[in-house]
């Protein structure tokens, strides 16, 4: 099975500046799609960013981007010129196969990294 | 607007009493999703659906029980057997082509 670790429980970042946010996973797939969710408080899951992992390039979204090591199995979220409205809990997460086969996909999920941006 | 719409937001359940969480959603998504959320644990799959009058068991199906009679609706009913009910519950969906799972804005299931 797929498992998906975050290892800062919290993180702090003034506004304006940048933070990286780190997460790592293990699997024997080599075909795999990796995500990061942002949940504020009012606890809808937000979609801020996918990796495909075929993809060499790093997936980049405005001020959000990855850092994708395939090898490492690492897959870290870097915001950038951090604004009061990206304090959230930040969920990693790894697209799975779900059995028996041809059942499709779920995502699984790591435990998540609260961000704390002050001004 | 198109989108996940989870009712009710807030839920209070005697012990001992079933209820039931609505999902419906007009993406036309083929795949349907329950998970719970507790503190500190991330979010772990119930169970899941790929097409209408077929789901299967996730992670931690066991006290939770679903349907899939329809394309747009997946409710979760969290029955007696589910010791600690208490949780954050969310519903997502995803087109059987697409590789994004989108989530519903979550219910709040409390036992009293």
């Known amino acids: 099975a797929q498992t998906v670790t975050q290892s800062q429980p919290e993180m702090s970042v003034q506004e304006a500046e940048t933070v990286t946010l780190s997460c790592t996973y293990d699997?024997?797939?080599?075909?795999?799609?990796l995500f990061w969710y942002k949940q504020p408080p009012s606890r809808q899951m937000i979609l801020v960013i996918r990796q495909e992992a075929y993809k060499q390039q790093n997936a980049t979204e405005n001020r959000f981007s990855v850092n994708f090591q395939k090898a490492a199995k690492s897959f870290s979220l870097k915001i950038s010129d951090s604004q009061l409205g990206d304090a959230a809990m930040y969920f990693c997460?790894?697209?799975?196969?779900?059995?028996?086969?041809?059942?499709?996909?779920?995502?699984?999920f790591g435990k998540g990294t609260s961000l704390l941006v002050t001004p | 607007d198109g989108g996940i719409t989870q009712s009710p937001k807030y839920l209070f359940r005697k012990e001992g009493q079933n209820v039931t969480l609505s999902c419906e959603q007009n993406?036309?998504?083929?795949?349907m999703y329950w998970y719970r959320q507790d503190p500190g644990q991330g979010l772990r799959l119930i169970y899941y659906?790929?097409?209408?009058?077929?789901?299967q068991k996730g992670d931690i199906a066991e006290g939770y029980s679903v349907s899939r009679e329809k394309k747009e609706s997946f409710p979760l009913t969290v029955t007696s057997a589910q010791k600690n009910p208490t949780a954050f519950y969310l519903c997502a969906s995803r087109r059987n082509s697409g590789n994004t799972i989108y989530f519903g804005e979550g219910s709040w299931l409390t036992v009293v």
């Open positions: 699997t024997s797939e080599s075909d795999y799609y």
């Open positions: 997460a790894y697209r799975s196969s779900l059995s028996p086969a041809n059942s499709g996909y779920a995502l699984n």
């Open positions: 659906s790929q097409i209408v009058n077929d789901f």
């Open positions: 993406l036309n998504h083929d795949a």
